[in-house]
């Protein structure tokens, strides 16, 4: 069990977060980390001055399906890309920042944060089913936030790692990063700080996620994730 703290993802930052640059926005990190998210359940605001967006955010394309084809349908094993080089082809910089070197898109400007059409959100690296619309809330941190994966607190679909990168800064400390347990893909970190019934939050990059509306008069999951355990279960961890 990883212990999860009620911090704050939400840093204002103009480029996405690696640990190469983490150093130089130490100053930035430390006087906007005890920015505090609103109580679970309350509108999302948008900033008064809502930074510019980057490549992959909402004003740009979510990407190519005929370059990245996990944009249309959950690939096969054989057909998940294991080095960088193939990784850089498929997905956009902002994409590839964030799912394979653990960076963090800038708050509120990911195509995800305000949807509220009913879906599935699947992993934008290999197209496995991650979460679902019944789950997501306005969390106000301005990042897509669900509750519970598609499989439940204790399903497979998601893996946790204990994450140190920014234990030092005030306001942090020990986070729980959340990655696509089927290719390793970073996709955000959970916290404790959410609503029932799951009292989690998962706080997700909208760069490491692509949206599949439900069909008309139809179930949000046309596509069936790897585990079979309901959304929603008391985390046991
Ligand atoms: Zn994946």
Redesign the pocket.
């Known amino acids: 069990m990883i212990p999860r703290r009620p911090l704050e993802m939400c840093l204002w930052r103009t480029r996405p977060l690696t640990r190469r640059s983490l150093f130089a926005l130490l100053p930035a990190a430390a006087a906007t980390a005890v920015t505090a998210a609103p109580p679970a359940g309350q509108p999302q605001r948008t900033p008064p001055s809502a930074p510019a967006a980057l490549p992959g955010a909402s004003t740009m394309p979510n990407g190519d399906p005929t370059v990245n084809p996990a944009l249309t349908r959950r690939l096969d094993d054989d057909e998940i890309p294991t080095s960088d080089a193939e990784w850089r082809k498929r997905l956009t910089p902002l994409q590839f920042e964030v799912t394979r070197k653990k960076g963090t898109e800038r708050a509120f400007t990911g195509a995800y944060t305000d949807t509220e059409t009913p879906g599935t959100y699947r ?1 934008i ?2 197209g ?1 089913p991650l979460f679902k619309s019944g789950e997501k809330f306005h969390s106000g941190c301005g990042w897509p936030s669900f509750n519970a994966p598609i499989d439940g607190v204790k399903g497979k679909t998601i893996a946790e790692h204990e994450d140190r990168s920014l234990m030092r800064l005030p306001g942090f400390g020990i986070r729980t990063e959340v990655t ?1 347990r ?2 390793d ?1 970073h996709l955000g970190h959970v916290f404790n700080d959410g609503p029932p019934p799951t009292g989690l939050r998962y706080c997700i990059n909208a760069a490491s996620i692509t949206f599949d509306p439900a069909p008309a008069g139809g179930t949000p999951a046309e596509i069936a994730p790897a585990g079979d355990k309901p959304a929603g279960e008391k985390p046991g961890r």
């Open positions: 992993c690296c290999c496995e696509c089927r290719c893909a």
